[in-house]
């Protein structure tokens, strides 16, 4: 039997609401990794909506999400993580992404179709987990909001080289961004 911890939901603008998470820094998954959980500052949910220029715009099928984690400065582990959703993923089923590899000391991956997109910055420093390789990147939506302040709430799975594994939720209330036009370049 797997031990599970309770430990805070991260739901920016409000008081932490209690989440489960498998794991913790002293048990073992399933597949034989270290649960271990990243120590949050922040979660921050956006919607960037298709339509530039328009107030207020509809939610649309060309919209994107992003959820967007930022690590405790006090105990450096992560600097950012940021998931970045297409308006038509799929709520309730796992994602395996892509590694796309590490460039500027950025973690990428994504789903084959696109609709998932991670990256992963680690903070220099004394860390949570002991190695920076990503081995695999798994992330479940649990909750597309359909218009602001709704939550969108995705669980992020990352397994990485030396058996860590961050199987964790992060949750906020959507915002929608404001979308500016480029101007059309001068001929």
Request: glycine letters at 10%.
């Given at each position: 039997m797997m031990k599970r911890l309770v430990v805070p939901l991260f739901v920016a603008?409000?008081?932490?609401?209690?989440?489960?998470?498998?794991?913790?820094?002293?048990?073992?998954s399933s597949a034989g990794h270290t649960a271990v959980e990243l120590t949050v500052d922040?979660?921050?949910?956006?919607?960037?909506?298709?339509?530039?220029?328009?107030?207020?715009?509809?939610f649309s099928s060309k919209d994107d999400f992003v959820l967007e984690v930022t690590g405790d400065s006090k105990k450096p582990t992560i600097g950012e993580?940021?998931?970045?959703?297409?308006?038509?993923?799929?709520t309730?089923?796992?994602?395996?992404?892509?590694?796309?590899?590490?460039?500027?000391?950025?973690?990428?991956?994504?789903?084959?179709d696109g609709t998932v997109q991670v990256s992963l910055t680690l903070e220099v420093g004394e860390r949570e987990i002991g190695s920076s390789r990503?081995?695999?990147?798994?992330?479940?939506?649990d909750s597309?909001?359909?218009?602001d302040g709704q939550l969108l709430s995705a669980e992020v799975v990352i397994d990485f080289v030396d058996g860590d594994e961050v199987d964790q939720t992060y949750s906020a209330p959507?915002?929608?961004?404001?979308?500016?036009?480029?101007?059309p370049a001068a001929n």
């Amino acid at each position: 039997m797997m031990k599970r911890l309770v430990v805070p939901l991260f739901v920016a603008g409000m008081a932490p609401l209690m989440g489960c998470v498998g794991g913790g820094a002293a048990s073992t998954s399933s597949a034989g990794h270290t649960a271990v959980e990243l120590t949050v500052d922040s979660v921050v949910a956006t919607r960037v909506p298709g339509a530039c220029g328009v107030t207020e715009p509809p939610f649309s099928s060309k919209d994107d999400f992003v959820l967007e984690v930022t690590g405790d400065s006090k105990k450096p582990t992560i600097g950012e993580l940021t998931v970045k959703l297409a308006a038509e993923v799929a709520t309730g089923t796992p994602i395996e992404l892509a590694l796309a590899g590490e460039t500027a000391g950025v973690e990428a991956a994504a789903s084959p179709d696109g609709t998932v997109q991670v990256s992963l910055t680690l903070e220099v420093g004394e860390r949570e987990i002991g190695s920076s390789r990503v081995a695999s990147v798994v992330v479940t939506v649990d909750s597309m909001p359909a218009t602001d302040g709704q939550l969108l709430s995705a669980e992020v799975v990352i397994d990485f080289v030396d058996g860590d594994e961050v199987d964790q939720t992060y949750s906020a209330p959507l915002r929608t961004a404001v979308v500016i036009c480029p101007k059309p370049a001068a001929n």
